[in-house]
Every structure is written in structure tokens, then in C-alpha cells.
């Protein structure tokens, strides 16, 4: 499958701290690639640094979309594939949704801007997209502010409203947190698929490696900013490479609930703080002297001297 999306060494600095470093992945035609890692790993900045969503922020790197470098356009061209060619799902929808405005007006204003088509068509192309997306009486529902409506739901128009005009990129940020489990699976098939009729790619930001392991054919592990691991999802999964891929997944709840779930002792470094050598090794069982005497970089798929199962 070709490259849709080809992000390489992206660092995102606010101000002199810098919030991701040296981060690189792809995501292919109509495939499914999963970024994870705990709060303050950098998952959301890398998402917004994408779409060109960080005011304020130094971004270096490439980011290719489709062939177009888009950190080089101009913002009318950038602003005109995002919400057409390039969308995003947002953490919480409760904030992102405009209070002022009713549903059914969000989510026919990028039908009517980006694809021309008169209200009346877009409004009743509006109320189909809440159906597929699982929204009972969503006539009536698209017509309410988003107060109104419950998280679930509201989560639910933000993925009705990033698909409403067929993205050939969906960058989906944590979009089943405020779901139950049911919904959830309902949500994860309708976006598979719109990934077979269109060969849409997805980029799934998501904490939850069960949902991962399902949906992502590669992983990419995010620790303080730089990618600590990365590869086919069911390789990363049934043999980590780095001790913190291996300490999230030893954290993680399975169906047969044997043994006691083991944590990761202490928490992401402060980005004023980070570390000189290895961002991981204070809260690493296997650290050694080397660990701390020099940054560490990312070979052979996994940013560690030490890496699990020997060699790199």
C-alpha cells in the first residue's frame, strides 16, 4: 500500500521545551496504524501538529499528505483539505462542538463549504450521517444544542461530522472514550467500513491496546514525546521490545483477570525536566549507567540499549 500520510522527525517545541521530538511513522491507503502511550506522551500534539492545529508552536520536520509537504502551505490551501480530505475526531467533543450553534448546523456547514451542496440537502445528508453513526431519533436530535445531548452522543456527531465529506485521512483522537462497549464496536465497524468502500486511512490515538490490537495493523508507541517502539501491531503486542511497551501491556486488564495487574512505577518526566540519556530509564527495572549518559536513538524499530529478547 502506498504512503497517505508520511510524518518524518517531527518535533513540536513550545517556546525551548520541546513537547514531541524526532517523531516518524506512515500511515498507508486504506490501513490502520494505532499511536498509544500514557497521558503526556505527546499523542494529541502529534495529532494537532498534523492537521496544523498548534498556535503558538515551533514545528519542525515534514508532513506529507497525499504528496503536499503541510507544513509548507499556505493556510486557504491547508484550511481546504482540512474537514475534506484530511479530518479529526477530537478527545472531547464537549469542547469542541460550538455551544451556540444546533448539531444539524455543524454538521451540514463542511458538506455545504467544501462540497457546494444546498442546505436543504446537506441538513437531510446531515440527519444520515447521525444514523449511521448510531444516533436513534436523529431528526429530532440534530436539531438540539450540544448541551443538550449526552457525551456518547456528542462524541457520536464528532465522528458523524469528520466523515460527512469522505476524508481520505481520519486522525481519530480517543474516539470511543465516552462510549459504552456495545457503541463502541458499533462505531469501530462503521469505520472499518468506510476504510473498504474508500480506502480511507485511519490514525487511531487511543489508550486502550485491546481496541488497538483489534483495529491497527501497526503500533507506534509514544513515551515523553519520542517514539519508543514501532511496528506490526501483532508482533509489538505478542513480543515488546521496549520495557515500556511490555510495562503497558502488564498494566492492561484481560478477559481471564488471572494474576494482579502490575503498574509502572512513577510518571512521564516534566518536559522542563527531561532526562539526558534515555526519557524511560528512572522508571525502568533494566536501566543501566548508559542508559543515562547519552540520548538514546530509535534502531531497528525500538529506542533502547538494552532492548527485550536481545539484539535490535
Avoid: W
Wanted: with cysteine.
Amino acid at each position: 500500500m502506498s504512503a497517505l500520510l508520511e510524518v518524518t522527525g517531527l518535533t513540536v517545541r513550545f517556546g525551548a521545551l520541546a513537547a514531541v521530538e524526532d517523531v516518524t511513522f506512515s500511515v498507508p491507503e486504506g490501513g490502520t496504524v494505532g499511536l498509544v502511550g500514557e497521558s503526556g506522551s505527546g499523542k494529541s500534539v502529534t495529532a494537532l501538529a498534523v492537521m496544523g492545529l498548534l498556535d503558538g508552536a515551533s514545528v519542525e520536520g515534514a508532513v506529507r499528505f497525499q504528496g503536499e509537504a503541510l507544513l509548507e502551505l499556505p493556510p486557504r490551501r491547508l484550511q481546504a483539505l482540512r474537514g475534506r480530505s484530511l479530518a479529526m475526531v477530537f478527545q472531547d467533543p464537549g469542547a469542541s462542538l460550538n455551544p451556540a450553534q444546533r448539531v444539524l448546523t455543524q454538521l451540514a456547514e463542511p458538506l455545504r463549504l467544501h462540497l457546494r451542496i444546498p442546505k436543504a440537502d446537506a441538513e437531510a445528508r446531515a440527519v444520515s450521517l447521525l444514523e449511521a453513526v448510531g444516533v436513534g431519533d436523529a431528526a429530532r436530535r440534530a436539531k438540539a444544542y450540544p448541551h443538550e445531548l449526552s457525551g456518547g452522543l456528542q462524541q457520536r456527531a464528532m465522528i458523524a461530522m469528520a466523515l460527512a465529506c469522505g476524508p481520505a485521512l481520519l486522525i481519530a483522537d480517543e474516539p470511543t472514550t465516552a462510549l459504552d462497549v456495545t457503541v463502541q464496536a458499533q462505531v469501530m465497524a462503521l469505520l472499518r467500513q468506510v476504510q473498504a468502500e474508500r480506502r480511507m486511512g485511519l490514525l487511531l490515538i487511543s489508550h486502550d491496546l485491546g481496541l488497538v490490537a483489534e483495529s491497527c495493523a501497526e503500533l507506534v508507541v509514544l513515551y515523553a514525546g519520542q517514539v519508543v517502539e514501532r511496528g506490526p501491531t501483532a508482533e509489538v503486542l505478542r513480543a515488546p521490545r521496549h520495557p515500556y511497551t511490555r510495562g503497558l501491556l502488564a498494566s492492561t486488564p484481560t478477559l481471564e483477570g488471572q494474576g494482579r495487574l502490575e503498574e509502572i512505577p512513577g510518571a512521564v518526566p516534566e518536559l522542563s525536566a527531561m532526562p539526558k540519556g534515555c526519557r524511560f530509564a528512572e522508571r525502568c527495572p533494566q536501566a543501566q549507567a548508559a542508559c543515562r549518559a547519552a540520548p538514546v536513538p530509535l534502531d531497528g524499530g525500538v529506542r533502547c540499549l538494552f532492548p527485550l529478547g536481545g539484539g535490535r
